[in-house]
């Protein structure tokens, strides 16, 4: 048998961050603002972000320093190891190699308090007494919660209300460290009571859950409102997965042809991904594949439009370019609730549109069954998130069983699932259902985008 | 800060396992057999466990080879992490320093998969089918489950009934390892039928589940049965955790004053303590002191008798000299499920008796409250089995605080409490009880122990 694992030391916590803006030809178009659709500008965004991640957000460095105590705290998990699926390969009787990114470690299970810890920093330096925000199935949520708990802050969460019922222990998770969780649509925001009034049984959406964060962070002194994907800024604090990574293969002695990770916002994939297609952007690499994998139930990428659109609901937040199936359009339940979000990081969006990377949807009853696959060879079980980049990397290497090419693959297993066991229940019951795109929901959300002045 | 994390590379997994008995002045005295009582020999070991096994558990021997395809196996996780508990010691505002042990980077959670592979490693060379087991919260079902798989084995759990309904997620777990899963007592066995006859609304307990399980492996052609602690076996395999720690904390520049562990059946305890009792037990380190934490619900150190008592509630496994509150005793039901076992590992008991270890037992609320204070320092939420351990070195560390003295304590993080949440949430709801010991119960149970002649 290989060596399974790539450990480094603390000493190999990356010091800076790699920004991708700053290697693309062709950066994506610039936000608008939500009601008059003009240009926005930093002093538009400061009653809801930090103003230091603002800064970041519009950055076009290439290299930005990591704080030494965020450096501090993210040594508590970091780095985290990668991984040679060597059981899985003999399983699947693939010559391709596969290796993956374990970003389960960290106390919340997943990638995101990558970002959490580093907003909660510059929060505190800017003297906030807290953040809100919004979670889907949690794992936003957790990492914020743990973050905020390590800062000091208080942390106040708007949970779509399916989870919120559905996933009693994430919410019992949140509360450990600290967090204050209600489920949305809530009473608390006016937003929350539109929706509610509107549908006192709805389900409630992100969307929607990041329009009562926002209104709940810009009408409370104090407060500000933190956003777990999507934007720059997220995506930037995640290169810490692809900085140590890059580290990790050339320990290895391999360098990945294809790499792989699930997109609801995009953060955990562009995390691994940027680091390495810097690569490919100065032309080191040109043949290096990138997929962001997305579920059916929720097809930003592979049947949206590129347009402009709202990041959320109620049209507060800012309006960016982005593949979108339109702010309103409400996707259908599928477990993986951190893919249930109807646009895409711009960044990401950019390098699609520019041909640059690949996008790739699966319905759940695929993913589920390459996650159990590789829940036997491997033994971690995955978030059904991540699931979806599992699915894909099993189809890549059955393609190099038919094929006989030995690719080297690499994907990011970004959380575990042991929050989510319901999924796997029903799909062992097989009552799992595979959601069929509702067309005319698409439609009619995308007849709901802002005209944009050209 | 200092240093939070010391890492070993997969080189560094132990090669021999530590046998604390070759140590011992005065081992534990032998087994005896269920019916006759007389002396137990290896012959009547040989239904119910793989002989290899059987000979380590009488072994002399003070190093034991782990074989490569077991060193293979726990290289998928190991060597686990040291951590110091830095945030933690800054919040408790002590000069202890704290360090522990993370078992629950395995893919099962917990420390437990350290014996199960080395099982199913044996159960593969004997040419056996499958293993049956029991299990109360899931840990252990959990663990073998995940080892038989890898070795292709296949895996019986009878689950005790409260747990299997309470805890799904753990059930669902298993079943994603390929194991089969029965609530227990379940009418699959004599044993079970009898007692549910007897009481059809039963919860059940780990004595009726190891007795359902050793019934199905003696009457089923090619199957065992596989136990998760209390045995001397166990234990051995167990200490891979104190091998690594003893090079981690030699890393660190410090050596323990205290060493603390939950027990149940105490294999994660002498896991980690018994490579270092090893100095204890020479004289190099004549105050090295050793606690094992048990539950006020189920107090056989701390409340029970040291006696010959059957290990399992239908008197068919071997009879052992040990701590015990009675074969027939049935605890609170608490939500540490495998602090619920009436007895406790011969060696610990051993050397409890001789005065060479400690034990010490707590209510459910003051085992919560350490519990989420390290949470909230640490970032990781433990089994409520694990956070006995947890109040123990929280008490040690307030003590130094009192004192002034700098100890050094480390303890067993034995593993993660995300499919026990309910318990926190019954916490911060303040619906926990603090179950008081029932005297009656326990002399009622004591009444009926073995009279095994001199």
Known sequence: MPQYKYVLEEKDVPTQWYNVLADMKTPPPPYRHPATLELLGPDDLAPVFPMAL?????????????????????KMWRPTPLYRAARWEKALDTPAKIYYKWEGVSPPGSHKPNTAVAQCYYAK?????GFATETGAGQWGS?????????GLKCKVFMVTISYHQKPYRRIAMETWGGNVVPSPSSETKAGRD?????PETTGSLGIAISE????AVTHDGWKYSLGSVVNFVLLHQTVEGLEARKQMEMAGDYPDIIIGCAGGGSNAAGLIYPFLKDKLDGTKPDLRAIFVESTACPSMTKGIYAYDWGDTAKTGPVCMMHTVGHSFIPAPVHAGGLRYHGM???ICALLDQGIVEARAYHQNAVFEAAESFARAEGFIVAPETAHAVRAVYDEALACKESGEPKVILFNNSGHGHFDLAAYDAYHRKELPDYELDQVAIDRALAE???VPA
Chains 1, 2 share one sequence.
């Open 54 to 74: 603002i800064e970041q957000e519009v950055s076009q460095e290439r290299w930005i320093d990591i704080p030494d105590e965020v450096q501090d705290v993210l």
């Open 125 to 129: 330096e800017e003297g906030l007494e």
């Open 143 to 151: 990492a914020l919660c743990f973050a905020t708990q390590l800062f």
């Open 195 to 199: 929706i509610l009034e509107k549908d």
């Open 213 to 216: 964060a926002i209104e709940y």
């Open 345 to 347: 990081a711009p960044s």
């Open 449 to 451: 985008l802002p005209k």
